[in-house]
């Protein structure tokens, strides 16, 4: 039985017109002309208890919107959403129990207390009893490490470890299901890595079921066997990380450490795409031609020293993913910076 389950749902935001007056633009008093945009256009999906899911998709796209209104921060307006059978909005301060949330720009925490008052004060609020929340609180410990600065001021914390205290107070009263918000946006690799671990863990070992939106698509590779990709309020791809990997990430890429540079190197079935001197690297078919012929080739005319295969990345299949919707980059140029710094899928 499905444990989230989102049913045709649309939601469109309105804006009132305005016009051209003596002293600039103007709303009129006496029209209620207005302009609409459908930041959600049917969207249907459902996930299962203990699942881990990926939502992504550029800015715009919807996926912030979907994530506000199974929190019961917005009303759908048509459709059905529902989380545990409960719909969000109608019921919710029980929907609040259950769930844990995190959103990167937003804090939970108190920022003049310990980090350690912030969790008290969680537990008060949700009234979890004390044997169960020092044992939470024991595995937020030993996996994010927040012990060691728990005593400190919030405001005294360095951003990863603000970071890691918002996840460890978003799982202290046990929820069944958590939403994460762009959760390692900032962050440095080793953050980032800890993080990931610890959600991997979370939903391993406590079967807190994970909706995740990122724009770092490392996360979703990590985290979520599963992915939906959103683009102008529509779900394009729902299914499995590695069934889209078959699907759209044919293309490989072998990289060549010649013994010295041997100049312009063409090679039939393959496409160099970055050229280092020694070090050159082409891109092939993997459908269409095998590494090894390809390597083949080059040693018999140039002497090897090394060489590499690598798959496709998540990056370069989403890639391919919105290429085959006439998409090949965001229309909205602030989209394109965004998604450049969170390590852009869409150039």
């Known amino acids: 039985m499905a444990f989230i389950e989102v049913s045709d749902l649309v939601r ?51 996926k912030s919107t979907t994530i506000k209104i199974l929190t019961g921060i917005l009303v759908p307006t048509a459709g059905v959403a529902r989380v545990g059978g409960l719909v969000p909005h109608l019921h919710r301060k029980e929907n609040a129990r259950r769930m844990g949330v995190v959103f990167g720009q937003r804090s939970g925490l108190w ?21 169960r929340f020092r044992r939470t609180l024991a595995f937020c410990q030993d996996l994010l490490g927040v012990g060691e600065f728990q005593r400190f001021p919030v405001r005294q914390l360095s951003l990863g470890q603000r970071m890691r205290g918002e996840v460890a107070l978003a799982l202290l009263h046990e929820p069944e299901v958590l939403f994460l918000d762009e959760p390692t946006i900032g962050l440095d690799v080793l953050v980032k890595d800890r993080i990931r671990s610890f959600l991997c863990a979370a939903n391993r070992e406590l079967g807190v079921t994970i909706v995740l939106t990122t724009h770092d698509l490392r996360d979703i590779e990590e985290i979520c066997p599963r992915l939906l990709v959103i683009d102008r309020g529509r779900l394009v791809w729902d299914g499995a990380v590695a069934d889209l990997k078959a699907r759209f990430g044919r293309a490989r890429t072998l990289t060549v450490e010649f013994e010295g540079d041997p100049g312009a190197v063409f090679l039939p079935g393959a496409e160099l795409v970055r050229d280092e001197g020694r070090r050159k690297t082409f891109r092939f078919d993997r459908g269409a031609t095998g590494a090894p012929a390809l390597l083949a080739a080059l040693m018999s005319r140039y002497p090897v020293a090394d060489a590499a295969v690598a ?11 919105y290429v085959t919707l006439g998409r090949s980059r965001p229309a909205e140029a602030d989209e394109i910076d965004t998604w450049t710094r969170g390590q852009a899928v869409i150039q």
């Open 12 to 62: 469109e935001f309105r804006s009132y017109r305005r016009f051209s007056g003596p002293l600039g633009p103007i709303r009129s008093l006496f029209t209620r002309q207005y302009d609409v945009r459908r930041a959600l256009d049917g969207v249907s999906v459902t996930i299962a208890r203990g699942e881990a899911v990926g939502y992504v998709g550029p800015n715009g796209a919807g």
């Open 311 to 321: 798959e496709a990345d998540i990056e370069d299949v989403i890639r391919a993913l």
């Open 111 to 131: 920022w003049d207390l310990p980090l350690q008052e912030s969790f008290d004060l969680h537990r008060h609020i949700y009234r979890v009893p004390p044997r």
